[in-house]
């Protein structure tokens, strides 16, 4: 395996543990504010920000970091170098701040615009989710072995979602409403993680951006689960931008995209 790539995957990992203590002091008791965008933000999140990436720079200052907390939102980062980051200093900021568990930090490498390996610390579990293509996946303190393929149950699926879904899906998105086990956790980058792990069957998303899922997207291309998006691919990422369009996705076992292409016709960008 590449040395380089071993090398900042070592570093990223402890970039991110060495977040945890500020992460764990500052949940539910860290002031926020509202951002044009409707989405909430703290100090937290811009301290994490600052400090993961200051720690790699250090080791790797060829390298890109993109942040939405650290990025100014009318800049444009072409992401010339080899190697790059993308950070969501705290994935699930609405939780975060109102002291609910379902939170994480979230850090992808991305090598060449593709996500290689993945980082997300899962506050609600205190552990941490790591892996890519090549890696495989742990989950604390072991590796994580994905549960045999199955036919998909409808009367037990348990599926992932963001709300609010777009009023304009929801006549398509009916006999998902009708016959599956919902839940919302209120953070994508979880979503897609424990989709990844095989412990929800799937997960639908409208409103994320590239930072909420880059991590977890170089998790589930380590399994057989399937990611279907629903415009243009965001990956390989060549350019970064704070305000970056949302993106659209289907994922889960290959049976449950396949019952949603089929069963809710969604419509499809370019």
Not at 99 to 105: L, Q, V
Request: hydrophobic share 40%; with cysteine; proline share 7%.
């Amino acid at each position: 395996m590449d040395t380089s790539l071993r090398h900042r995957v070592n570093a990223g990992r402890e970039a991110v543990k060495n977040q945890l203590r500020f992460f764990r002091q500052q949940f539910g008791a860290v002031l926020s504010e509202w951002k044009s965008d409707d989405t909430r933000v703290t100090f937290a999140d811009f301290a994490i920000s600052e400090k993961v990436f200051k720690e790699l720079r250090q080791s790797f200052p060829e390298d890109h970091f993109c942040s939405e907390e650290s990025n100014p939102s009318d800049e444009v980062i072409q992401l010339s170098s080899r190697y790059s980051w993308v950070l969501d200093p705290i994935d699930g900021t609405n939780n975060y701040a109102l002291g609910i568990a379902f939170c994480a930090i979230s850090l992808a490498l991305l090598k060449d615009g593709e996500p290689v390996f993945g980082l997300i610390y899962d506050f609600s579990r205190d552990e941490l989710i790591q892996g890519g293509p090549g890696f495989g996946i742990q989950r604390g303190n072991g590796p994580w072995r994905l549960p045999a393929a199955a036919p998909l149950e409808e009367r037990s699926a348990v599926v992932g979602a963001h709300f609010p879904f777009p009023p304009e899906h929801l006549p398509a998105l009916a006999p998902l409403l009708g016959r599956f086990r919902l839940r919302s956790f209120g953070s994508g980058a979880l979503n897609l993680a424990y989709t990844a792990l095989g412990v929800l069957d799937g997960c639908i998303d409208f409103k994320v951006k590239v930072w909420d899922i880059a991590a977890a997207v170089a998790l589930i291309r380590t399994t057989d689960r399937q990611l279907f998006f629903m415009d243009a691919q965001p990956f390989p990422l060549r350019e970064f931008h704070a305000e970056a369009p949302t993106i659209r996705y289907i994922a889960g076992s290959p049976a449950f995209v396949d019952w949603m292409r089929l069963n809710c016709p969604l419509p499809q960008g370019t």
